[in-house]
């Protein structure tokens, strides 16, 4: 195998590394671990917030520390789909998030589907970081642990039909907990994801 095959596996190596250390950062609350996942610069886009990724760490920060007892979360991460350019990488990888949570005292069990599409670099520690993750939404699905101690038209109040059908429960949450969906969420198979691959791919062959 030739040198430039062998430092192309090593750095797809790496990338996915990152990619499970976030995961594994952000659900069992290892802030500064999480923190240096990504570039000092370096910024996401998500349902919640669209901003640096240092105010979505510290922000993040704050919600688990809010947690119910009996209330949990976990991000499933699959590897990711790595082109590679110098010290630019374009990662694409697929996410499921799980939570247990409790609204009004009832317990429910939430679950997304998505897409994290990455911008990444290798900068002069020449460690691989985040300069930029984004959310694709493409569905959720919410369920009641217990459904017959929900009191009868509990969900009477709530027009489903203003949220996203991808985000639908994600939304409702939310809403609930009064934080801002944000405004240029991402749906799957639209023509704002479209951009985005363009955008990104255009990211990773400008490269210096």
């Keep these: 195998m030739d040198e430039a095959r062998v430092n192309a596996a090593a750095d797809r190596q790496e990338i996915n590394e990152l990619l499970m250390n976030w995961g594994q950062a952000r659900d069992r609350a290892e802030w500064e671990n999480l923190r240096n996942c990504f570039q000092p610069d370096g910024t996401i886009d998500i349902a919640w917030i669209s901003g640096p990724a240092s105010e979505f760490v510290d922000k ?3 919600r688990l520390a809010e947690f119910k007892q009996g209330e949990y979360s976990k991000h499933v991460m699959s590897p990711g789909r790595i082109q590679l350019n110098g010290n630019r990488a374009f990662s694409q990888c697929h996410v499921n998030h799980i939570s247990r949570v409790i609204v009004n005292g009832h317990e429910f069990d939430w679950e997304f589907w998505g897409q994290f599409f990455d911008l990444i ?6 460690v691989w970081r985040l300069f930029n993750r984004t959310m694709v939404y493409e569905k959720d699905r919410l369920d009641a642990v217990h459904p017959d101690a929900l009191p009868e ?10 949220f996203l059908p ?3 429960f994600l939304s409702w949450r939310l809403k609930k907990n009064d934080i801002p969906t944000a405004n240029n969420l991402l749906i799957i198979n639209s023509p704002e994801e479209s951009a985005l691959i363009d955008d990104s791919v255009n990211w990773l062959v400008s490269k210096a």
């Design 60 to 62: 993040s920060a704050e």
């Design 121 to 126: 670099e290798k900068r002069e520690d020449g």
């Design 153 to 162: 038209g509990y969900f009477d109040d709530t027009d489903f039909a203003e």
């Design 166 to 168: 991808e985000v639908r």
